[in-house]
Protein backbone atom coordinates (compact mmCIF):
# COMPACT_ATOMS: atom_id res chain seq x y z
CA UNK A 1 0.00 0.00 0.00
CA UNK A 2 1.15 3.07 -0.38
CA UNK A 3 -0.41 6.33 1.17
CA UNK A 4 -0.48 10.20 -0.78
CA UNK A 5 -0.93 13.29 0.91
CA UNK A 6 -1.15 16.62 -1.21
CA UNK A 7 -0.74 19.95 0.13
CA UNK A 8 -0.62 23.52 -1.58
CA UNK A 9 -3.81 24.20 -2.94
CA UNK A 10 -5.33 27.40 -2.47
CA UNK A 11 -7.02 30.68 -3.48
CA UNK A 12 -5.03 32.10 -6.37
CA UNK A 13 -6.16 35.34 -8.76
CA UNK A 14 -5.53 34.63 -12.37
CA UNK A 15 -2.33 34.99 -13.51
CA UNK A 16 -0.68 34.05 -9.76
CA UNK A 17 1.07 30.97 -9.06
CA UNK A 18 0.28 28.10 -6.83
CA UNK A 19 2.82 24.87 -6.07
CA UNK A 20 1.25 21.55 -4.77
CA UNK A 21 3.23 19.04 -2.85
CA UNK A 22 2.97 15.05 -2.86
CA UNK A 23 4.60 13.03 -0.19
CA UNK A 24 4.27 9.30 -0.20
CA UNK A 25 4.90 6.43 2.50
CA UNK A 26 4.25 3.23 2.57
CA UNK A 27 5.81 0.56 0.10
CA UNK A 28 7.69 3.70 -1.75
CA UNK A 29 10.19 1.05 -3.72
CA UNK A 30 7.79 -0.16 -6.18
CA UNK A 31 6.54 3.21 -7.22
CA UNK A 32 7.00 3.65 -11.14
CA UNK A 33 4.57 6.89 -12.06
CA UNK A 34 3.35 9.58 -10.29
CA UNK A 35 1.58 12.38 -11.17
CA UNK A 36 -0.96 14.69 -10.59
CA UNK A 37 -5.05 14.87 -12.02
CA UNK A 38 -7.85 17.70 -11.43
CA UNK A 39 -11.37 17.70 -11.85
CA UNK A 40 -13.56 20.09 -12.55
CA UNK A 41 -16.93 20.89 -10.59
CA UNK A 42 -19.69 18.70 -12.34
CA UNK A 43 -16.55 16.90 -14.72
CA UNK A 44 -14.63 14.10 -15.04
CA UNK A 45 -11.46 13.61 -13.50
CA UNK A 46 -8.75 14.59 -16.17
CA UNK A 47 -4.72 14.45 -16.02
CA UNK A 48 -2.57 17.37 -15.59
CA UNK A 49 0.69 15.96 -15.47
CA UNK A 50 2.65 12.95 -14.97
CA UNK A 51 6.18 12.10 -14.76
CA UNK A 52 8.13 8.54 -14.58
CA UNK A 53 11.00 7.36 -12.20
CA UNK A 54 13.37 8.18 -14.49
CA UNK A 55 11.92 12.01 -14.91
CA UNK A 56 9.99 11.39 -18.14
CA UNK A 57 7.25 14.12 -17.81
CA UNK A 58 3.87 13.86 -20.04
CA UNK A 59 1.42 16.89 -19.43
CA UNK A 60 -2.00 17.64 -20.64
CA UNK A 61 -2.19 20.38 -23.89
CA UNK A 62 -4.30 22.19 -21.60
CA UNK A 63 -1.13 23.42 -19.12
CA UNK A 64 1.31 22.72 -21.05
CA UNK A 65 4.08 26.34 -20.35
CA UNK A 66 2.17 27.23 -17.36
CA UNK A 67 2.85 23.73 -14.89
CA UNK A 68 6.08 21.70 -14.22
CA UNK A 69 5.92 18.48 -12.95
CA UNK A 70 9.13 17.39 -11.09
CA UNK A 71 9.61 14.46 -8.55
CA UNK A 72 12.40 13.66 -5.73
CA UNK A 73 12.62 9.91 -5.81
CA UNK A 74 15.06 9.69 -2.69
CA UNK A 75 11.92 11.63 -0.91
CA UNK A 76 9.34 10.01 -2.67
CA UNK A 77 7.74 13.19 -3.23
CA UNK A 78 6.31 14.86 -6.82
CA UNK A 79 5.57 18.72 -6.97
CA UNK A 80 3.26 20.34 -9.82
CA UNK A 81 4.07 23.47 -10.30
CA UNK A 82 1.60 25.51 -11.22
CA UNK A 83 1.92 29.45 -13.04
CA UNK A 84 0.05 31.78 -15.34
CA UNK A 85 -3.42 30.18 -13.22
CA UNK A 86 -6.58 30.77 -15.30
CA UNK A 87 -9.66 30.25 -13.48
CA UNK A 88 -10.29 26.98 -15.39
CA UNK A 89 -7.67 25.36 -13.73
CA UNK A 90 -9.95 25.80 -10.28
CA UNK A 91 -10.83 22.34 -9.31
CA UNK A 92 -9.39 19.16 -6.77
CA UNK A 93 -6.08 18.13 -7.96
CA UNK A 94 -5.11 14.29 -6.92
CA UNK A 95 -1.98 13.31 -6.58
CA UNK A 96 -1.36 9.61 -8.28
CA UNK A 97 1.06 6.82 -7.60
CA UNK A 98 1.63 3.77 -9.52
CA UNK A 99 3.63 0.54 -8.19
CA UNK A 100 4.77 -2.57 -9.95
CA UNK A 101 5.72 -5.09 -7.83
CA UNK A 102 6.07 -8.67 -8.87
CA UNK A 103 4.61 -8.16 -11.77
CA UNK A 104 1.81 -5.93 -10.65
CA UNK A 105 0.73 -2.99 -11.34
CA UNK A 106 -1.02 -1.32 -8.96
CA UNK A 107 -2.44 2.65 -8.52
CA UNK A 108 -3.18 5.17 -5.73
CA UNK A 109 -4.87 8.35 -5.01
CA UNK A 110 -4.70 11.31 -2.81
CA UNK A 111 -7.19 12.26 -0.97
CA UNK A 112 -7.48 15.80 -2.91
CA UNK A 113 -6.16 19.61 -2.81
CA UNK A 114 -8.61 22.41 -3.72
CA UNK A 115 -7.22 24.90 -6.41
CA UNK A 116 -9.20 28.25 -6.91
CA UNK A 117 -8.45 30.50 -9.49
CA UNK A 118 -10.54 33.77 -9.35
CA UNK A 119 -11.06 36.36 -12.40
Known amino acids: QVQLVESGGGLVQAGGSLRLSCAASGSTLGIRTMGWYRQAPGKQRELAAT???????NYADSVKGRFTISRDNAKNTATLQMNSLKPEDTGDYYC?????????????WGQGTQVTVSS
Open 96 to 108: YASTLLFGTTRGF
Open 51 to 57: ISRDGNT
